[in-house]
């Protein structure tokens, strides 16, 4: 079993930057592709990004893509977003989340489903 907590939400304006982290407790992080889903008032969980276990591969959201960065450091056991160029539109709660099944199919990796343990989620406001 892996814990999950987010961190470094907050309030930044339209064109600035926010670095989230999400520590996980265990010894098995390696074994896990790790993820990032956000979730606005009213709408469904939505998958951002994801990075393999070995951190040789990464996949993004389209609306995303080119402006967030996510990685990973197994030594220290945290997955890493850095979001830059946010919009309001990016305004969330941001969860990270845990998937041990190997593979790395996209249909699936992008499902929150597929995903076995989940932060608590970090907010992030973007302002106009």
């Known amino acids: 079993q892996v814990q999950l907590v987010e961190s470094g939400g907050g309030l930044v304006q339209a064109g600035g930057s926010l670095r989230l982290s999400c520590a996980a407790s265990g010894r098995t992080f390696s074994s896990y592709n790790m993820a990032w889903f956000r979730q606005a008032p009213g709408q469904e969980r939505e998958f951002v990004t994801v990075i393999k276990r070995s951190g040789d591969l990464t996949h993004y959201a389209d609306s995303v893509k080119g402006r967030f960065t996510i990685s990973r450091d197994n030594a220290k056991t945290t997955v890493y977003l850095q979001m830059n160029s946010l919009k309001p539109e990016d305004t969330a709660v941001y969860y990270c989340?845990?998937?041990?099944?190997?593979?790395?199919?996209?249909?699936?990796?992008?499902?929150?489903?597929?995903?076995?343990?989940w932060g608590q989620g970090t907010q992030v406001t973007v302002s106009s």
């Open positions: 989340a845990a998937d041990r099944t190997l593979g790395w199919f996209i249909s699936r990796i992008t499902r929150p489903s597929t995903y076995d343990y």
